[in-house]
T-cell receptor, first 114, second 110 residues
Framework: DGGITQSPKYLFRKEGQNVTLSCEQN?????MYWYRQDPGQGLRLIYY???????QKGDIAEGYSVSREKKESFPLTVTSAQKNPTAFYLC?????????????FGQGTRLTVV | QKEVEQNSGPLSVPEGAIASLNCTYS??????FFWYRQYSGKSPELIMS????GDKEDGRFTAQLNKASQYVSLLIRDSQPSDSATYLC??????????FGKGTRLSVIA
């Protein structure tokens, strides 16, 4: 089955801890994205990557880091510098720059600070 | 800054009625327009794409695009309680990630 897999589904972080959210896709998509969603809010872009070994900051990149060593994988690290990390994190992917591209989402990771 | 605006709702319609969801966008060179449905606690699911002016129908869903007015809408005919969800409008402007509106919450009353 082709798709985007995020893990874990639920994640708990202690104060001062770094945590990494996994995102893997087997759709052969070039571009991958990380969004954050807070209750009652829309999607805010954290980071995105259009090709391997390259990524760009989105609107709210502070306190987050990413890597793109493989086309299939785009992990997101939430660092201790992110002061309010509790949110629903969504990974998405799309074909790159075909002019008409839509994005598909994984099932999300819900992160809670304890 | 590119913006996509939606009425947050909630929009309440009776079962069997037509639900009309609206979206405006700021970037005149936007090329592609998408509607996603998001159930509470779940991730967004793509339900409609539209690329040129006019109407596009898919089952009970119709997307309408008017680029001159920078306006895109989604009509849901014969609304069902299972259509109750938040509907996100997304806009693509070329070589940049999709820009999402904050979504409109739809409630279909049985």
């Amino acid at each position: 089955d082709g798709g985007i897999t995020q893990s874990p589904k639920y994640l708990f972080r202690k104060e001062g801890q770094n945590v990494t959210l996994s995102c893997e896709q087997n759709l052969n998509h070039d571009a991958m994205y990380w969004y954050r969603q807070d209750p009652g809010q829309g999607l805010r872009l954290i980071y995105y990557s259009q090709i391997v070994n390259d990524f760009q900051k989105g609107d709210i990149a502070e306190g987050y880091s990413v890597s793109r060593e493989k086309k299939e994988s785009f992990p997101l690290t939430v660092t201790s510098a992110q002061k309010n990390p509790t949110a629903f994190y969504l990974c998405a992917s799309s074909m790159r720059d075909r002019g008409l591209t839509e994005a598909f989402f994984g099932q999300g990771t819900r992160l809670t600070v304890v | 800054q590119k913006e996509v605006e939606q009425n947050s709702g909630p929009l309440s319609v009776p079962e069997g009625a037509i639900a009309s969801l609206n979206c405006t966008y700021s970037d005149r060179v936007s090329q592609s327009f998408f509607w996603y449905r998001q159930y509470s606690g779940k991730s967004p699911e793509l339900i409609m794409s539209i690329y040129s002016n006019g109407d596009k129908e898919d089952g009970r869903f119709t997307a309408q695009l008017n680029k001159a007015s920078q306006y895109v809408s989604l009509l849901i005919r014969d609304s069902q309680p299972s259509d109750s969800a938040t509907y996100l409008c997304a806009v693509y402007s070329g070589n940049t990630p999709l820009v999402f509106g904050k979504g409109t919450r739809l409630s279909v009353i049985a």
